[in-house]
């Protein structure tokens, strides 16, 4: 079974960081495109980041330039840098791989940005 295991979330004073890790297990034989969304209660998920099996990234206008995501593949690792945090920024915090036609998802990493 594919598994997506999340770390990372926490409370962060404005402008301050965090470091979100997803690592993924099971029964993966391809390096595939991984992203990051987040999603408030009662409110859509949105996307934020995503990093394709060769490290090319593209990222939410809202985030660009504050997140970094980056991967390690010998770990099948994904990561989300997240600098200069924002209240706006609060949110659970999912990380995503797309593999055989299935959606997989972690769990959730709730990330609280407040003073």
């Known amino acids: 079974q594919v598994q997506l295991v999340e770390s990372g979330g926490g409370l962060v004073q404005p402008g301050g960081s965090l470091r979100l890790s997803c690592a993924a297990s099971?029964?993966?034989?391809?390096?595939?495109?991984m992203g990051w969304y987040r999603q408030d209660p009662g409110k859509q998920r949105e996307w934020v980041a995503i990093?394709?099996?060769?490290?090319?990234?593209n990222y939410a206008g809202s985030v660009k330039g504050r997140f970094t995501i980056s991967r390690d593949n010998a770990k099948n690792t994904v990561y989300l840098q997240m600098n200069r945090l924002k209240p706006e920024d609060t949110a659970v915090y999912y990380c995503?791989?797309?593999?055989?036609?299935?959606?997989?998802w972690g769990q959730g990493t709730q990330v609280t940005v407040s003073s």
């Open positions: 099971g029964s993966i034989f391809t390096i595939n495109d």
């Open positions: 995503h791989m797309y593999y055989l036609d299935e959606d997989y």
């Open positions: 990093i394709s099996s060769g490290g090319s990234t």
